[in-house]
């Protein structure tokens, strides 16, 4: 067995749907279903009941469910434990952000801490949601920077800011040649849009978007590794995109906010989000503080387009 498979059976658990403890994991649904398989057939036993309607513990994984998670608790604390033991005079707070969350505000948002607490190390590392949450969970990271509505599971998250999201034309233009302040969802519900990754929180905002207006997404068929080609893409003519006011280059290229129904600005949320399991040391809990306290305070400040 290994720590993966704990944790989608520690997931199901808490959450009673395969499906949703997938999304809790960041994994695929056969992926997960795959895990808890081979678990169950080295445990001899089965962990859940599987119905139509339903995800129940069987009176075995009712029995042995306190120690998956005493398992998961105790990883993160060795992790932690050993950073604390190698670097006992230097403390590192680890953050992992999203691609998708604007580096300005990053930097606005952590260096009052840091400048109170010159002994505190602040490591950023960058990478795709689905990796980030799983390095939160086995320990790696301390925090995770990025879009908001996650499912928190045994996560802790404090809401840190949202901006507009903006339209940009096939062709960076707007397609009758009249400027416009604003769109409406179902004036641009025909186009077609390029796409990043799923493991990108952009994504999973853009086709949530669709939903709430019962509108369906076109997809164009290949795929970008970064924001900035989709909007070069986009300026090429192979399709629409959806980008954060903050990824937008300033370019000179069309874009325009999206406005919903009753014609209030469409926007995409982050979040900071830990782990509530094991001990926290003092500086993570202070960091914490400072994410809760302080950067409300920094973020009203800075006006029109970016907001708390």
Not at 215 to 224: C, F, N, P, Q, V
Request: net charge positive.
């Amino acid at each position: 067995m290994n720590l993966s498979q704990l944790r989608f059976a520690s997931a199901v658990a808490s959450t009673g749907s395969f499906t949703t403890g997938a999304v809790e994991c960041c994994v695929t649904q056969p992926t997960l279903s795959n895990g808890i398989a081979q678990l169950e057939n080295e445990l001899g036993e089965r962990l859940f009941v599987r119905t139509t309607r339903k995800v129940a513990l069987t009176p075995f994984g009712v029995h042995v469910l306190p120690y998956i998670n005493e398992v998961l608790s105790a990883q993160t604390s060795l992790v932690r434990q050993t950073q604390v033991f190698l670097s006992p005079e230097k403390r590192l707070i680890r953050i992992g952000t999203s691609p998708l969350v604007s580096a300005n505000l990053l930097g606005l948002m952590i260096e009052p801490f840091r400048l109170r607490n010159p002994n505190v190390d602040v490591v950023l590392r960058e990478m795709n949601m689905t990796d980030l949450y799983r390095m939160l969970d086995e320990g790696l990271l301390d925090f995770v920077f990025g879009v908001a509505n996650v499912q928190k599971g045994s996560w802790i998250a404090t809401f840190l800011y949202e901006e507009p999201l903006l339209f940009v034309p096939r062709g960076a233009v707007w397609p009758n040649g009249q400027p416009r302040h604003s769109v409406q969802l179902k004036d641009i519900a025909d186009e077609t849009y390029v796409m990043v990754p799923d493991a990108c929180g952009l994504s999973r905002a853009t086709r949530a978007l669709f939903r709430s207006h019962r509108r369906k997404l076109h997809e164009y068929s290949g795929e970008a590794m970064s924001y900035q080609v989709l909007e070069e893409w986009a300026s090429l003519g192979i399709g629409a995109a959806i980008l954060p006011k903050s990824k937008v280059a300033a370019s000179g290229h069309a874009a325009f906010p999206i406005a919903d129904k009753s014609g209030r600005e469409v926007t995409i949320g982050f979040e900071a989000t830990w782990s509530r399991t094991g001990a926290q040391p003092p500086h993570l809990l202070e960091f914490a503080t400072h994410l809760r306290k302080v950067v409300p305070g920094i973020i009203s400040g800075l006006g029109p387009g970016t907001k708390r």
